[in-house]
Structure formats: C-alpha cells, structure tokens
C-alpha cells in the first residue's frame, strides 16, 4: 500500500483547534489499533505533541483515515478539514524529513521532536502497527536528522519554549531572583522549563505533579519543594511566576480560582506560562487586570525572533533532505519490484532443477557425461530464450519495435544499425 502523512500544526491551526485533536500518550497505542482493526489501513504511527498532530500510515483510502481521526476526537470532518494537509508518499516522506530536522517546528531548529518522533515509534511497535515501510522511514528520517544537524548550524542559537518563558519573565520582573515559581507536571517540557529558570535562582521553586514521585524526582534535583496536585488552589496565591504543562483533558487553573489567588494576594501580578495542550489555564484568565498568561503559541512567537541569522543553514538543510528524499523513493521504487524479482528467480531456479534432475538420471544411467552436460546446457538454453523467443514471436506490429529494444536492453545485444 502506498505511503500517507495528514495532520495539522501550528502554521494551519489555531490552539483552540489543535488540543481538540491531540492524542495523549495513554491513548496513542489504543488509537492505532482501533484505525488499523476498522479502517483499510495496514501501518500507522501517530505523532502528537503541543505543536502539531500527525498521522503516517499506508492505505490505498486516505480519506477513510482522516474520516476516522474526526470521528475519534468526535468530530465532524467538515470540522478539522479546513486545516488539515494531506501529503502522498513523496511529499509525506519529505515532510517527515522536515520535521525530524526542526525545520517545520515553531522553534527552528529544537531538538525535542525528534524523541517525540521516537515516541511514536515505540507506541506503534508496542501496537502492533509498524510494518516494513514505516519503519523504514522512520530509521530513515532519524537518520536524516542526525546529518542536519551535524552538517549545518540549524540548532546553533536556538531558542527554545523555556528560554523564551525567562526571556519574558526577564522583561517583565527585574530579576527572577527575587520571585517564587511553581511548576505544574513532570514531564519533558516542565524539566526544561526549571532547568533554564533554575539558572537564574529563584527565590523558591515548588513542583505540583499527579504523581508525586515525578515532582519530587524533580525538586531534589533543583533543591525545590513538592505540594499535592489537590492543593494548588490554596497554595497558588503563594507564586509570582506559574509554568503548567500536563496531559489533563481540563483546565486545571480556572477563572474563579485565579481571581481568589489575586485577591489574596492584593492584587499584585503573576505571571503564568500554559504550555500544555489542551491548555492547562482557562483562557478567561488572560482578562484579569493582574493576570500575564502566555501560551505555547505567544512564546512560540518570541523562540521566533531572530530566525533571520539562520536562513543560510535553513538552505543547506533542505538540500540535504531533497537528495534524501529522492534516495528513499528511489529505494521504494525498487522495493515493488522486488515480487517481480523473486518471481523471475523462482521461475529459473524450477527450470534449472528440473534439467539438473532429468541430467543425473541419464549419469545414473551409465550416459557418456559429455553428452549429458552438452543436452544440459541446451535445454537451459531453450527454456530461459523461450519466453522473449516466443513473445517476439506473437507480438503484434506496433509492438514489436518497442520489444525487440527492450529484449536488447535486457540482455544488451547490440544491435544491427
């Protein structure tokens, strides 16, 4: 079946409408199973993170797919349809370069997309949903990130989520030093996030997580504290700066929360970075007078500023993809062929047992050897020119140029002029 790629992201889809189709880690391996087991498709992966969500897979009926991730997330294809792409095997294999690469991130040239494509991967493996041809692909394109990076500057410089948070909370406190910080999750995004913060030693970093043993993993290594995940209304009056980043399908800061936080503390501004999808905070708080929310896609926008610089690796980096995507097509070209190959093969491995068989018998027999080996080569030599013989033979007239040529070609007889 034929390789396809459709999803959306960030540059065709606004935030409201990339967290309604997000598949969160829990579900992915589900997910898969229930679009291979009900849909006309052999392989799938699914890539999903903040920024964008995609769905590689072979069908001959790419709209049965994309029908089914709609009705997955309860949706009406008429719904998601306006920011979809949907990209056949060149282009699909091309934009899986391109992604793996940071090249079609929000931050150019950050490096967390490639372990989100390993990520899917692994949840495709544990579904049962990686065939030959993903992962293929896949080994391919971790492979073409690998030589981006290591052949251009695409990365140097970058400025990632986190950086641009404290680029912002530097703009707006006059030292992060003086302020406390709360930390909503334990995954990848909130670790980065402390990381970059932490060098600029806040006055306290707590960290809230479901799992409490995540958060404290996380606040021994950052000389941080640990509340419960329950207690955040009570405590968050506590913080001048908030970073959330968890899979909750909710909100887990609402409006009426934030407004008693500000009263208690007399109205003095927090500043709080949502870089979950689906959003973490609602976005009624944005309209409180002390209330600075910044999304993935508002920090996404300053991690932009300064992109200009590297345009000449941006360059260098598409044509090594271009050479790759032509190699891994021309690689899939021949892999069709391989049926056609074996088939041949088979066909004269039979003729060759066949006259090696009827060959011992006359040997056994007492026949001189000479002429056994003279009729054995003959009678291999009349059956593998049977077939061109016979279709030169029988091919009709505007044919037979077109066959005579390539019979030449196959078996490069020069021929008269």
């Avoid at 899986?96 to 079609?104: E, I, T, Y």
């Avoid at 990076?149 to 950086?163: F, H, N, P, Q």
């Avoid at 993809?321 to 062929?337: M, T």
Wanted: hydrophobic share 40%; with cysteine; proline share 5%.
């Amino acid at each position: 079946m034929p390789l396809f790629a459709f999803g959306l992201n960030h540059q065709t889809a606004p935030l409201d409408v990339r967290e309604r189709v997000v598949f969160h880690a829990e579900q992915v391996t589900q997910a898969l199973r229930d679009l291979v087991d009900r849909r006309p498709v052999s392989e799938a992966a699914i890539i999903s993170t903040c920024n964008r969500t995609e769905v590689y897979c072979t069908t001959a009926e790419p709209r049965t797919a994309i029908d089914w991730m709609a009705d997955y997330h309860r949706m009406k294809p008429s719904q998601i349809q306006p920011y979809l792409y949907e990209l056949p095997q060149a282009r699909a294999v091309k934009h899986a370069f391109r992604v793996a690469s940071g090249l079609d991130s929000m931050v150019l040239g950050e490096p967390q997309i490639l372990g989100q494509f390993k990520g899917a991967v692994r949840s495709a493996e544990e579904a049962g949903t990686l065939g030959w041809m993903l992962n293929k692909l896949f080994q391919r394109t971790f492979s073409v990130a690998k030589t981006v990076r290591s052949e251009t500057d695409i990365g140097a410089s970058t400025v990632s989520m986190a950086a641009a948070a404290v680029r912002l909370a530097e703009r707006i406190y006059p030292s992060i030093g003086e302020q406390s910080m709360l930390f909503i999750g334990a995954g990848e995004m909130i670790e980065l996030s402390a990381t970059h913060f932490a060098a600029h030693h806040p006055r306290k970093m707590t960290f809230a997580n479901r799992t409490q043993a995540r958060a404290q993993h996380l606040a021994d290594r950052f000389f941080g504290h640990v509340i419960p995940l329950n207690d955040i209304g009570a405590q968050l009056p506590l913080y001048d700066i908030v970073v959330s980043c968890t899979a909750s399908p909710l909100p887990i800061i609402g409006k009426g929360l934030m407004e008693s936080a500000l009263k208690v503390r007399k109205h003095r501004p927090m500043l709080m970075f949502d870089l979950a999808v689906p959003r973490d905070i609602e976005t009624e708080v944005a309209a409180l007078d002390d209330a600075f929310l910044y999304t993935v896609d508002d920090l996404g926008q300053i991690a932009r500023e300064g992109m200009d610089q590297r345009q000449n690796a941006v360059a260098q980096a598409e044509v090594i993809i271009e050479n790759q995507v032509s190699d891994f097509l021309h690689w899939l070209d021949n892999r069709e062929l391989v049926p056609t190959i074996r088939a041949l093969r088979d066909t004269a491995e039979r003729a060759r047992r066949h006259e090696l068989e009827r060959a011992q018998r006359s040997l056994a027999k007492g026949a001189d050897p000479q002429q056994v080996i003279d009729e054995l080569s003959r009678a291999l030599t009349n059956k593998f020119m049977h077939p061109p013989s016979h279709a030169l033979n029988h091919a009709a007239e505007d044919e037979r140029d077109e066959l005579s040529a390539l019979i030449s070609r196959l078996y490069q007889i020069q021929r008269p002029e």
